[in-house]
């Protein structure tokens, strides 16, 4: 038994060199990749790039003031989170601040404008049956010109501005009168006045309701239509405040010619919530452009399916829907048949940016309450860079003593334990660069503290083999035999101690929230670095001196003295003197 184990030890002591080669074409590949992407520097986290601070206030509906809860607002904080980073925006931080408060912190990046357009963004999606429709400011018919028709696939294609919040292409007719639109209008509200069965926030209709109280609350809708301006910004912000979805409203949006269109719209039939997922996606075969995509969810479909269905029976513009965000008509294709695919597509004048604003909206739902921007301000980053300068200077002295003890102690085995080192932060540093735009982490001042706090458990690594050989040593065994005894033992006390450091990290990084998590995700790291450096650089790199006669010699300045490390030279036997035998005369 005792061959192939001597065996096994001596093929491990003839090949470190392919340890060595395996972690320099790592470190050469992980280089040449941060290079290659462009990304030679970690990304820096609000605390020391900068970025905005914005807070966002609570505005309850009107008569729904009990809806500023603790469960809406921490719906709302997880909502905003995965917006931004389903962005790319890292080391956001989303919290609450009182009872009606969020507080946004959001560093400087590459999209950290898109992320602070749609934190506060309430993303409520209707689709509302059109009524009337005409170019604000537009005077006589409204009924629109030909608009994009539904597909049988289930995929009406709409018309839309460069804004993800604007559509139509609508124009006045000469061969209608305001006389015949008017009655069209009062007609449509009417038969809109009571929410059909599939529309969001039903209300059941009064007993008292009558006729003529319908056609009153239609007559008022369209006196309010009739002097809506559209153009006018304060005017357009007030457009549908405090009206239910089951309840009809006005609306504005622009068309594909960049004027203002303002609406009447029914109940709405579908809403956000039957949304299931939508996407951007660049439309290469049909020359579409970038559009949005949404899948319904199954009652949605039906939903869609009915409503489409309806108003495929009307003539124009009552045979149009319109797609309500936050109150503004980002489409309102027409419709010819009953679209029941399950699906539908918002086609345009999209770019790349708009269209993942409005599918990352979509996608991540509504958020359950209005909230308005109370303050913004930008965080600049003088006091995270002093900071950061700080401790890059206690980390840098921290290390200075780690190598003045290394060398005081151990000697040449320092130069072991300082190349390791520098193999652990180049690897640390070019993973930290590449894990930017690959995962969206952002470094912080935790992030550098945990970073720091890992050189020593590193060193501990070292230290722990170091003294492993030693104690071979001075049990008389020379260097080759005895770097190969220690290394068994040593392993299961640096893997036992990493995992320790591990197991805590990521615990760290489960419970905690912000920056703290910065902290964690390092430390974690750092931790699993420092298992492949010890394994693929400081022991093969041992075994390797180990056959330098520097090193085996057991020279006084290699710190592998055996005098220096107590061993005594084995004696000599001798043979002590008989005694003389004493005779009986004496």
């Not at 020279?555 to 490390?565: A, F, I, Q, R, V």
């Not at 107590?566 to 002590?576: A, E, K, M, Y």
Request: some cysteine; hydrophobic content about 40%.
């Amino acid at each position: 038994m005792a061959t192939p184990k001597k065996g096994r030890s001596a093929s491990a002591q003839s090949k470190p060199g392919r340890s060595l080669a395996l972690i320099l074409i790592a470190i050469v590949a992980l280089t040449g990749g941060m290079f290659a992407s462009g990304h030679t520097k970690p990304r820096l986290g609000i605390d020391l790039a900068g970025g905005t601070s914005i807070t966002l206030r609570a505005v309850p509906e009107a008569g729904n003031e009990s809806a500023i809860n603790k469960t809406n607002m921490d719906t709302a904080v997880s909502i905003m989170e995965r917006r931004v980073n389903g962005l790319g925006v890292s080391e956001a931080e989303v919290q609450t601040q009182g009872r009606d408060n969020i507080v946004v912190n959001i560093p400087k990046g590459t999209n950290s404008e898109q992320a602070r357009k749609q934190v506060g963004t309430t993303a409520k999606l209707y689709f509302r049956p059109v009524i009337a429709t005409e170019v604000s400011g537009g005077k006589g018919a409204t009924s629109p010109s030909p608009s994009p028709t539904g597909s049988p696939s289930g995929k009406p294609s709409a018309a839309a501005s460069d804004k993800p919040a604007a559509t139509d292409k609508n124009s006045a007719s000469p061969s209608a009168t305001p006389t015949t639109q008017g009655r069209a209008v009062t007609d449509g509200l009417k038969a809109d006045a009571t929410p059909s069965a599939s529309a969001p926030d039903k209300a059941s209709p009064s007993p008292s309701a009558s006729g003529g109280s319908a056609e009153a609350d239609a007559n008022a809708l369209q006196a309010k239509y009739a002097k809506l301006d559209c153009t006018d910004t304060k005017t357009r912000s007030t457009v549908g405040d405090g009206v239910k979805a089951s309840q009809p409203t006005l609306a504005c949006g622009k068309n594909s010619g960049g004027q203002w269109q303002k609406y009447i719209l029914g109940p709405a039939e579908v809403d956000g919530t039957d949304v299931d997922k939508a996407q951007a996606v660049l439309n290469t075969q049909t020359g579409a452009g970038w559009t949005v995509t949404m899948d319904f969810t199954d009652a949605g479909a039906k939903k869609f399916g009915d409503i489409t269905g309806k108003l495929a029976q009307n003539q124009p513009p009552q045979n149009q829907f319109a797609i309500v965000l936050d109150g503004d008509v980002v489409s309102d294709p027409s419709v010819n048949q009953a679209l029941t695919g399950g699906n539908a597509e918002i086609s345009g004048n999209f770019n790349q940016q708009s269209a993942q604003e409005l599918s990352n909206m979509l996608s991540y739902g509504a958020l359950p309450l209005t909230f308005k921007v109370d303050s913004m301000t930008t965080v600049t980053a003088a006091l995270g860079g002093d900071q950061l300068q700080a401790g890059l200077i206690a980390g840098a002295i921290g290390l200075a003593l780690v190598v003045i003890y290394l060398l005081a102690y151990y000697r040449g085995l320092s130069f072991v334990a300082v190349l390791s080192l520098l193999v652990s932060a180049a690897l640390t540093y070019t993973l930290m660069s590449l894990l930017g735009p690959a995962i969206g982490f952002a470094l912080n001042l935790p992030a550098v503290c945990g970073a720091i706090v890992a050189i020593g458990i590193t060193a501990d690594s070292f230290i722990v083999y170091f003294e492993r050989v030693r104690d071979e040593i001075r049990e008389g065994r020379t260097l080759r035999p005895a770097v190969e005894r220690a290394w068994p033992r040593a392993r299961r006390t640096i893997l036992v101690s990493d995992f320790v450091s591990f197991l805590a990290a990521a615990v760290l990084f489960i419970v905690t929230v912000g920056k703290v998590r910065g902290f964690a995700f390092t430390l974690g790291l750092t931790t699993l670095l420092d298992v492949v450096v010890v394994f693929l650089f400081t022991k093969p790199l041992l075994t390797l001196l180990a056959r330098r006669t520097f090193f085996a010699s057991g020279h006084k300045w290699s710190g592998l003295d055996p005098k220096s490390l107590g061993v005594q030279p084995p004696l000599r036997r001798t043979r002590r003197p008989s005694a003389p035998v004493e005779t009986k005369e004496a």
